[in-house]
């Protein structure tokens, strides 16, 4: 079955920065697009960015330049690189792996921002 491990979470300063890391097994990793959603406590899971499987990328307009996702094909990894991160940033960010309309999530990890 598929299996999406998420890790790197934590607490940092505004203006700090954490790397993301999605660890997936079971699936041919190379076959899906990968994404990282994220849910603020009293909200809705929202989208933060993507990449397919031919290397497309697509971001948040909330995280543009600030959001790096990228994917390891190799290591049957995604990660998402989060820079000049600010409080509106905190949220259980959580892997998503998609193929032929079926989507399997990871348990989530949490970012905390704050001074």
């Known amino acids: 079955q598929v299996q999406l491990v998420e890790s790197g979470g934590g607490l940092v300063q505004p203006g700090g920065s954490l790397r993301l890391s999605c660890a997936a097994s079971?699936?041919?990793?190379?076959?899906?697009?990968m994404r990282w959603y994220r849910q603020a406590p009293g909200k809705q899971r929202n989208l933060v960015a993507g990449?397919?499987?031919?290397?497309?990328?697509n971001y948040a307009d909330s995280v543009k330049g600030r959001f790096t996702i990228s994917r390891d094909n190799a290591k049957n990894t995604v990660y998402l690189e989060m820079n000049s991160l600010k409080p509106e940033d905190t949220a259980v960010y959580y892997c998503?792996?998609?193929?032929?309309?079926?989507?399997?999530w990871g348990q989530g990890t949490q970012v905390t921002v704050s001074s």
């Open positions: 998503n792996a998609e193929r032929a309309g079926r989507a399997s």
């Open positions: 079971g699936i041919i990793f190379s076959m899906y697009d």
């Open positions: 990449i397919s499987t031919g290397s497309r990328i």
